[in-house]
């Protein structure tokens, strides 16, 4: 008969790898958190800066570098209407966050009206989000009732909701 095999609790050798590999897994874990408790203070979320102002999204974002551009958008002007990376993700301390704040809505450019009735002007105007007032002046050779010219001038750009005045024959 052939005696049992012996298990790695019955032989010395095998017993002393079975300790060091535990240390060895014990070490190893025992560093991964080390580490992680170490770098973990060098990193921060990036808040929820979109819908800020631009002074407000400043404050805020005080542990990350914000740089900020803008360009035109129907959300209000100086509101944050986007940023990057997005809100939430995990970035290291002074990372760059990029921010774009709203210059207003785009301005509008005044259309050429000449020739045209006041009524047609005022509305081409009022689709263009502007604003009219009407003042008749005297006009030889020209048909009652229609634009002489305009004040500003067709082709200057406008912010929405500016007047626009229209000198109408009359």
């Known amino acids: 008969t052939f005696p049992p095999p012996m298990t790695w609790r019955q032989t010395p050798p095998a017993r002393r790898r079975a300790i060091a590999a535990f240390f060895v897994v014990v070490l190893l874990l025992a560093g991964m958190a080390t580490a992680a408790a170490l770098t973990s203070h060098r990193h921060t979320r990036v808040p929820r800066l979109t819908g800020l102002s631009r002074s407000a999204a400043r404050a805020r974002a005080r542990r990350i570098d914000a740089v900020f551009s803008s360009r035109y958008d129907p959300a209000a002007k100086g509101t944050v209407v986007a940023q990057r990376p997005r809100a939430g993700a995990r970035v290291l301390l002074g990372t760059r966050v990029r921010l774009t704040v709203s210059r207003g809505p785009a301005p ?26 009407v003042t008749q002046v005297a006009a030889p050779g020209r048909t009652p009732g229609t634009v002489v010219r305009t004040s500003p001038a067709a082709g200057r750009h406008l912010a929405r909701g500016s007047t626009v005045a229209l000198f109408v024959a009359e």
């Not at 009206?113 to 689709?127: L, M």
Request: no cysteine; charged share 10%.
């Open 108 to 133: 509008v450019e005044v259309p050429v009206v000449g020739e045209a009735s006041s009524a047609a002007a005022s509305t081409a105007f009022s689709h263009l989000g502007l604003h009219t007032t």
